[in-house]
């Protein structure tokens, strides 16, 4: 059981990063309602493992922890089909308010998320996860190197190739 002053702690450390690991598992399993189940999940091990953080940088450790629940579940579904975010109303782009000057601004600017969110979808996980801690969340390449447990050129190397991976198939959208 935590004790206040390290419940304190926790919400003052861990919890100002909950946006991040957010993204990081909605981006690796494009599934908004396994995204809040996984990182539920994360928060919960970070709670019963918070009396042993020692580590220097709080946002790298909840998102080791929550990629390491994101390939979990991943693993535990592998004989499955991974469905992509749907089109429909509940979708978090249809939520969000739109500051595009006209409805054919908002048209190709749908039309570009949905071509990004194709490309991202076809893209290998292990690319995928490190072009979005790095262009998403902005982390280092030691940072990411620390969350994967890749060392930081296969971390470069990683990046180099979701970028050309991305070049072809959004030629036109940029």
């Known amino acids: ?3 206040r002053r390290e419940l304190s702690e926790f919400e003052t450390l861990v919890m100002p990063h909950l946006d991040a690991a957010h993204n990081l598992a ?12 996984v990182v539920q999940t994360a928060i919960v091990r970070a709670l019963t493992y918070f009396s042993g953080f020692r580590a220097e940088n709080p946002r790298a450790w909840l998102l080791q922890i929550v990629r ?7 693993a535990d579904q592998s004989g499955k089909r ?13 939520q969000l308010p739109d500051p595009s000057p006209g409805p ?26 490190c072009l979005i801690l790095r262009e998403v969340e902005d982390l ?7 969350i994967t ?3 930081i050129g296969t971390v470069m190397s990683r990046l180099w190739r979701a970028r050309q991976w991305m070049m072809p ?6």
């Open 104 to 129: 054919e601004a908002e048209a190709a600017g749908r039309e570009a998320l949905g071509r990004l969110d194709e490309v991202l979808a076809t893209m290998p996980i292990d690319l995928r996860e």
């Open 1 to 3: 059981m935590m004790t």
């Open 26 to 37: 909605r981006w690796l399993l494009r599934d908004p309602i396994v995204t809040e189940d």
């Open 68 to 74: 390491n629940a994101a390939h979990g579940w991943l």
């Open 140 to 146: 280092s390449y030691r940072e990411i190197a620390e």
């Open 169 to 174: 198939r959004m030629e036109g959208m940029l």
């Open 149 to 151: 447990g890749a060392p």
């Open 82 to 94: 991974h469905q992509p975010w749907p089109d429909g109303e509940d979708d978090e782009r249809d």
